[in-house]
């Protein structure tokens, strides 16, 4: 589903985990799981922005995406430690912030211990920005979404209401959100708030 089949009279859109689109990665070592993408259907070359997860089972150097920044956030495992051209090597825990580098810079991964699953939002350079904030979320939270793309993927329960609307997001499920809406969770759940605006 893209966002382009919201309806426009709904103020939420949920992107279930199950219909994800899965596709391998540019340099063909893995898969790629495919949360949103804009413009609709568009492929790799071509996208404007781009929101998906990956598994990472093995070192190894990332696609090289020229034009593009990226954030890249761990979902599950133990992490990798990441070596980006003209930076120190860092290592990257679920606990880490989203780290922002640029696609185009070579950059090799270094599993820590096993697999890991990471959270992959990248927007074309002098297009779109984006910004992706970790978050928890326990009890009633007011967010306002307007302006730009918000998106919400959540790794555990929530119910998210706009005006007479409601939703449930269960774990790596995605919702696009527009204008204030209120977010609940009845026990501390990890979250991801991803905001995409044109430049």
């Known amino acids: ?16 985990a199950d219909t994800y689109r899965r596709m391998p990665w540019k340099n063909g070592a893995g898969e790629t799981v495919e949360i949103a993408v804009f413009p609709p ?3 790799l070359a071509t996208f404007g922005w781009r929101v998906s997860m ?3 089972g093995s ?10 920044d990226r954030t890249l956030s761990i979902l599950q495992g133990d992490g990798i430690e990441l070596d980006i051209a003209g930076r120190s090597p860092v290592v990257l825990t679920q606990a880490s912030k989203p780290l922002a580098f640029p696609a185009d810079a070579a950059t090799s991964a270094r599993l820590v211990s096993g697999a890991i699953v990471d959270l992959n939002v990248m927007t074309r350079r002098g297009q779109w920005v ?6 928890i979320v326990e009890g009633q939270h007011h967010l306002d979404a307007e302006g ?6 959540s790794l555990g329960n929530v119910r998210i209401d706009s005006g007479d609307h409601a939703v449930e997001l ?7 959100l527009q204008g204030v ?19």
Do not use: W
């Open 1 to 16: 589903m893209s966002i382009a089949q919201q309806p426009n009279h709904n103020r939420l859109m949920v992107l279930k």
């Open 41 to 43: 259907e568009a492929d």
């Open 54 to 56: 990956a598994t990472v």
């Open 59 to 68: 070192d190894g150097p990332f696609s090289v995406f020229p034009g593009i």
């Open 130 to 135: 984006h910004q992706v904030e970790k978050r």
């Open 148 to 153: 730009g793309v918000t998106m919400l993927l």
């Open 170 to 176: 269960a774990r790596l499920d995605c919702a696009i």
């Open 181 to 199: 809406v209120l977010i609940t969770s009845d026990m501390p759940t990890e979250a991801y708030l991803i905001h995409i605006s044109p430049v």
